[in-house]
């Protein structure tokens, strides 16, 4: 799934639980993936969703699930999964894995 104003970039979508109040969680994650990956991505869309849902998927695969992944992801974990995708030479700075 692609934004329809840049087909060429990639889509992210946080879905969260709207009962559990998830909101303002996946409204920062969407605002520091926007900042980091501003020239990366061509959206970040928030799915509002039931049952204890939280996940992130970029152009519909599955990156990041509470269930699956064991709670919710550490920003720094969640920018280096969107890299590794889109960007796999984009430095992270501060929020890069260390050096081997």
Request: charged content about 25%; proline content about 7%.
């Amino acid at each position: 799934m692609t934004h329809d104003a840049c087909p060429e970039l990639p889509c992210l979508t946080i879905r969260y639980c709207t009962g559990c109040r998830w909101l303002l969680r996946a409204a920062w994650m969407a605002q520091e993936l926007l900042t980091t990956f501003e020239q990366e991505l061509g959206q970040v869309a928030l799915a509002p969703g039931r049952g204890g849902v939280f996940s992130v998927l970029l152009d519909g695969e599955l990156i990041w699930d509470r269930v699956r992944d064991g709670g919710f992801p550490d920003i720094k974990v969640l920018k280096q999964r969107v890299r590794d995708r889109i960007a796999p030479d984009k430095a992270l700075g501060h929020s890069d894995r260390p050096a081997p």
